[in-house]
């Protein structure tokens, strides 16, 4: 019987341990929050195996349809089926994902491979409603090869990798307002 059954284990957040002055909680929008476990398996359809890819929650449903064989496409859907990746047939499904915070903090970023990018939408947004303190600045650049652990700022460095991620998350943004 579970050989015959699809299981989805994900979480909707992490948890913040002291990372960047935040405790116990899940805001800020560093991979401590963020980057959280996708399992899927289901011994009858896929060959077990890891997978680092940059997937998002909205790539959940997409993935069920199609593995139930319903076509995806029928829907106006913002998530992408997985099942090419699961498969091996594509290394990727996206280049990049995209996060926002408007709870505790008004913030959006955008995460590829490499960069993470954070952006504060207002002053007022810049505040932890928890603890009244700012939580990183402003705007965010960080390199998560060489920096893993988000503790290095270097957008003064590299305005020009900051500036090309801001316009990428704005295209997001408004591709999104059209569906």
């Known amino acids: 019987m579970v050989d015959e059954t699809f299981i989805i284990i994900t979480s909707d957040h992490g948890e913040s341990l002291g990372e960047h002055g935040?405790?116990?909680?899940?805001?800020?929008?560093?991979?401590?929050?963020?980057?959280?476990?996708?399992?899927?398996?289901?011994?009858?359809?896929?060959?077990?195996k890891q997978i680092d890819a940059l997937v998002q929650h909205v790539d959940v449903m997409p993935t069920i349809l199609k593995v139930l064989g319903v076509d995806p496409k029928v829907f106006k859907l913002q998530g992408k089926d997985l099942s090419p990746l699961i498969n091996g047939e594509v290394d990727s499904v996206r280049q990049y994902v995209f996060v926002e915070e408007a709870h505790t903090q008004?913030?959006?970023?955008?995460?590829?491979?490499?960069?993470?990018?954070?952006?504060?939408?207002?002053?007022?947004?810049?505040?932890?409603?928890?603890?009244?303190?700012?939580?990183?600045?402003?705007?965010?650049?960080?390199?998560l090869r060489s920096d893993p652990?988000?503790?290095?700022?270097?957008?003064?460095?590299?305005?020009?990798?900051?500036?090309?991620?801001?316009?990428?998350?704005?295209?997001?943004?408004?591709?999104?307002?059209?569906?």
């Open 106 to 143: 008004r913030k959006r970023a955008i995460r590829t491979k490499k960069w993470k990018y954070i952006k504060t939408l207002s002053k007022k947004g810049a505040i932890c409603r928890y603890c009244g303190i700012m939580h990183g600045d402003y705007r965010e650049l960080y390199d």
């Open 149 to 179: 652990d988000e503790k290095q700022n270097i957008i003064k460095d590299r305005e020009d990798v900051a500036q090309r991620l801001d316009d990428q998350m704005h295209k997001f943004i408004i591709n999104l307002i059209q569906i």
């Open 22 to 48: 935040i405790f116990f909680d899940h805001h800020g929008l560093y991979d401590v929050s963020i980057h959280v476990p996708l399992i899927l398996t289901w011994p009858e359809r896929f060959d077990r």
